[in-house]
């Protein structure tokens, strides 16, 4: 047996049949005399079992009764497997059809290879940094985790948490690979040992590179084998948890392989740098959630004291018709309220809605109205300025939430899911089901279009831009990976964004409807 395939599968059915469609597809291997494949299942509670036994039959199972862990996973299949290599393999990944055979040539030909990582690409078509890492030294994990790394994503010194300074068109020799796709050799895995099973996560596949360079082998990084990693969705690495549980993993790792004085340092810097990455989450989430509102309270005040003043003057030919106390004072209460406003019908809220940030200002002036409608003639002031200026506060709003979007697209998204417009690409077949499902969803038939495959990019790029679109879907599993990687580009450039949808669990990445 040339290779035994590692998956440890939890929860993701749609991904996991993709992965495994593209495994059938490798060329220069025959998934059913060259390979084994092992899908370990954590006591996954959607249908990928099922959609294993049926779908893929050949694909031997671990079916465990409880969530293992992914290390110990790992660790059962691997002591199974008969294949002269290993590769640990992430569901949520597709190969390029040659992936395989390149890599099995290229570590026949590097006996001394001990890792074998490949050229990663997310959903996008975007290159992946973690295809190739550098040892996270006290220095190197320091600036990654102070956010230096991304500063200086080419610097030797600060970039080597990635190896920004390595050309990612080239063979290098890595310090850690991927567990998203990590081959090597069963012998060497004998020899150092399996996954080290007290990391929880992030922390496996560092520790398992390391033995390997330990042991006198040497990690190489790929660039001619590609795949795509969607890279899940659950994680989240900007959260706290992400930032924690990297930590502690970190901190697993220099307990074991820095002692002394230069521990001691490698802890020190890490607590250090775990409450600066904290303390900048913490901020950037506030600001995310406050920067809105606070803009709108801001904004609505300087709109209403400029009416004044023009109001003022059309009306009543004075500047300064309306007092200080009302310039000062009364104007701040009315853009407090309007805001208040669109804080109860939840304006602010992502996905930011025209319709939303309308109602919340048309409750902030009915508001107003109510009380001064009660409130003594002393307080009583001009309605034009109520009704206006509230009118004129909501309209700029909306156009200052486009500027917002288009500075930062990733912290405001304009409308919202019904009025997405989709884009189907496959054979009619499976373009039916992936449209049955888009309207199960709540979306609009007349906002779904349909594209036969197989077609170019120029084509698809014409089609999302003449017809507006906002995703295209694409709807046929078994289509070749450069032409998965075209399409992700065409999308790209064309301003839409990408996914893929699988009959048996929906899409499979993209935006959730």
Not at 3 to 23: A, D, G, K, P, T
Not at 36 to 52: G, L, P, R, Y
Request: charged letters at 20%; aromatic letters at 16%; proline letters at 4%.
């Amino acid at each position: 047996m040339r290779l035994s395939i590692v998956i440890v599968n939890y929860n993701v059915c749609s991904f996991l049949e993709q992965c495994l469609r593209s495994i059938q597809r490798s060329e220069g291997v025959d998934y059913r005399q060259d390979l084994e494949v092992w899908v370990v299942d954590n006591a996954s509670s959607d249908d990928s079992v099922a959609m294993v036994k049926s779908g893929f039959p050949w694909v031997r199972r671990i079916e465990n009764k409880e969530n293992v862990g992914f290390a110990k996973a790992n660790n059962q299949a691997i002591a199974l497997s008969g294949g002269d290599y290993v590769l640990l393999l992430n569901p949520d990944t597709v190969l390029e059809e040659n992936t395989l055979s390149v890599c099995l040539a290229f570590m026949d030909a590097h006996p001394e290879a001990g890792g074998l990582g490949v050229r990663m690409l997310d959903g996008n078509g975007r290159f992946l940094p973690e295809s190739k890492r550098g040892l996270p030294t006290p220095e190197t994990a320091f600036y990654k985790m102070t956010g230096l790394a991304r500063l200086f994503p080419r610097s030797p010194r600060f970039a080597r948490y990635y190896m920004g300074h390595l050309d990612e068109g080239r063979t290098w020799e890595v310090d850690v690979l991927s567990g998203a796709f990590m081959m090597m050799p069963k012998r060497v895995l004998d020899k150092i040992g399996y996954l080290d099973e007290t990391y929880f996560m992030y922390g496996e596949d560092i520790d398992l590179s390391y033995r390997i360079t330990l042991g006198g082998y040497r990690n190489y990084y790929l660039p001619e084998a590609r795949i795509i990693h969607y890279k899940g969705e659950s994680t989240k690495k900007g959260s706290l948890n992400y930032v924690r549980v990297f930590y502690k993993a970190m901190e697993i790792f220099v307990g074991r392989y820095f002692t002394g004085t230069l521990g001691g340092v490698y802890a020190v810097l890490l607590k250090g740098a775990i409450w600066f990455r904290a303390s900048f989450s913490f901020c950037k989430r506030l600001l995310r959630r406050s920067f809105l509102p606070l803009w709108d309270l801001v904004w609505a005040y300087v709109f209403l004291l400029g009416l004044s003043y023009g109001w003022g003057y059309v009306a009543f030919g004075n500047w300064h018709y309306y007092g200080e106390v009302y310039r000062h004072y009364i104007l701040w209460v009315y853009a407090a309220v309007l805001v208040a406003g669109g804080l109860t019908v939840g304006a602010y809220r992502n996905p930011v809605r025209f319709r939303k940030t309308m109602a919340g200002y048309g409750i902030g002036l009915l508001l107003l109205f109510g009380f001064f409608a009660l409130a003594g003639p002393q307080w009583q002031f001009s309605r034009f300025m109520l009704v206006a200026g509230s009118a004129g506060c909501a309209l700029t709003a909306w156009g200052w939430r486009y500027v917002w979007h288009g500075l930062w697209p990733d912290w405001w998204v304009l409308g919202n899911g019904r009025s997405r417009r989709y884009l189907l690409a496959g054979r009619p077949s499976e373009m039916e089901a992936g449209g049955r499902w888009l309207e199960e969803k709540g979306v609009a038939a007349d906002h779904i279009g349909r594209m036969v495959w197989p077609m170019t990019e120029a084509q698809l790029r014409d089609r999302i831009r003449i017809d507006r679109i906002s995703e295209v879907v694409f709807c046929s599993p078994d289509v070749p990976f450069s032409d998965m990687v075209r399409w992700m580009e065409a999308c790209r450039s064309a301003g839409a964004e990408y996914s893929s949808f699988s009959a048996t669990g929906g899409k499979v990445a993209g935006q959730k409807i």
